[in-house]
């Protein structure tokens, strides 16, 4: 399932994360959300491990050697209405910022997508917090089309 791809920087590998990988998506993550806390180095292996064992989850990144340049979370999740299809979600998008504008989050979304289409999907969905007009172009020039109403609940905060 690896692919392989160039860039203007050199060879990147695109595969779904594995057993060692923990360490460098982690700091990949830290690209996303920056004002994130740090998960517990334990919890942490805790969920990586939760997330790999989990049936239709699979995070997908990029590899630059052993670094992790660039990922996504696919969730495909079986349904029982279009016939049965399964229908698919890509979260946590992200790119380590000195890897930005080199097509490397492109490459992993279309692996994501015709991962999803393998498996029968009728359709993938993404969602983004971000309003930024080039980010929204991106998604789009991915084969997105804003035309659905998104919502969201967040667990409030204690205190």
Not at 55 to 71: C, H, K, N, W, Y
Not at 123 to 137: D, Q, Y
Request: with cysteine; glycine share 8%.
């Amino acid at each position: 399932m690896a692919q392989t791809v160039k860039d203007d920087a050199g060879r990147v590998v695109i595969r779904p994360v594995a057993d060692g990988d923990l360490p460098t998506l982690l700091a990949l993550y830290r690209h996303l959300n920056t004002e994130d806390p740090a998960i517990d180095p334990a919890e942490a292996e805790k969920r990586f491990s939760e997330i790999l064992a989990q049936p239709g989850m699979t995070i997908f990144a990029a590899f630059e050697g052993d670094l992790a340049v660039s990922s996504i979370t696919l969730v495909v999740i079986p349904n029982l209405t279009r016939g049965g299809a399964p229908y698919a979600l890509i979260e946590n998008v992200v790119t380590h910022a000195d890897h930005r504008q080199r097509g490397l989050a492109r490459a992993v979304i279309t692996t994501a997508i015709d991962i999803a289409w393998e498996k029968g999907c009728y359709k993938v969905m993404l969602l983004t917090g971000s309003k930024e007009p080039a980010t929204l172009r991106f998604y789009a020039n991915c084969g997105f089309v804003q035309n659905k109403t998104g919502f969201q609940i967040r667990r409030p905060t204690a205190g």
